[in-house]
């Protein structure tokens, strides 16, 4: 599908029944909406209708200039007007499910915007606030976060992650359980001219004031964290929930890396059906 919203085209990949529960899943970096591709069988089996969106900066529609169109509310704003093209119940309400990124964004919409999320499970990256807190207090999670300031170099992160083939950009998906053609089907779009300084823009556009204002969630809460991920330490994760002030349930994985939806994908549907339908 293509859903024209905020004067940006935007990429989404529909599926399961077209008179079931929607389900928004948002993607991380640097990947796309096929990360979902092997989790959304069991949710269409489920009765579920999923909408796999490619936000903005990886959809070659939606690729605004300037790091600061990259603000995560913005993209907030992204995920809220795409479900008012997509011809749902208006306003239309889902359950919204995000991974890395995605995860940060899923709860700036689903605590901004909470009239518009049914519930909510997060992967990976906990709360900001949880993740901000971990940061100034933990030694761990900051040297687990250096790379974000190489991201955040423009140019010079661009040069450091296409050269010899992409190298590096490959890299990153060590321990994903990916083969060479998973890890490319990621990587290739990158290649695209503008696509990785697209992607990268969300890293250029962090600031303070993304947590200004930012309350608890108040919707049911599902966050799903692996022990292997290399970005996000077990401060961040477990200090989750103090800031969701709604059901919440905690599903710690053993022995998986940070790219949960590939590589433990029927725990990943296992966890949103149970939030889902539970």
Known sequence: MKITARSLRFDVVAGGPA?????????????HSGEWAAVTPALHAAGLRTYALDQRGVSPGARPEGAEAYRITECALDAVAVLDELGLDKPASVHLVGHDWGAICAWQVAIRHAERVRTLTAISVPHPHAMAHAYATDPDQRERSAYIKVFREVGRAEELLLEDDARRLRRIFDGSGLDAAGVDAYVRP?????????????????????????????????????????????????????????????VPLAGISHWIPDQAPSEVAAAILARCLG
């Open 190 to 250: 990158l290649l695209e001219p503008g696509a990785l300084t697209g992607a990268l823009n969300w890293y250029r556009a962090m600031s303070p004031l993304d947590l200004v204002g930012l309350g608890p969630a108040r919707v049911p809460t599902t966050y799903v964290w692996s022990d292997g991920d290399l970005a996000i330490g077990a401060t961040a994760a477990r200090t989750c929930a103090e800031h969701v002030d709604a059901d919440y349930r905690f």
């Open 19 to 31: 008179d079931g529960d929607p389900v928004l899943l948002l993607h991380g970096f640097p990947q």
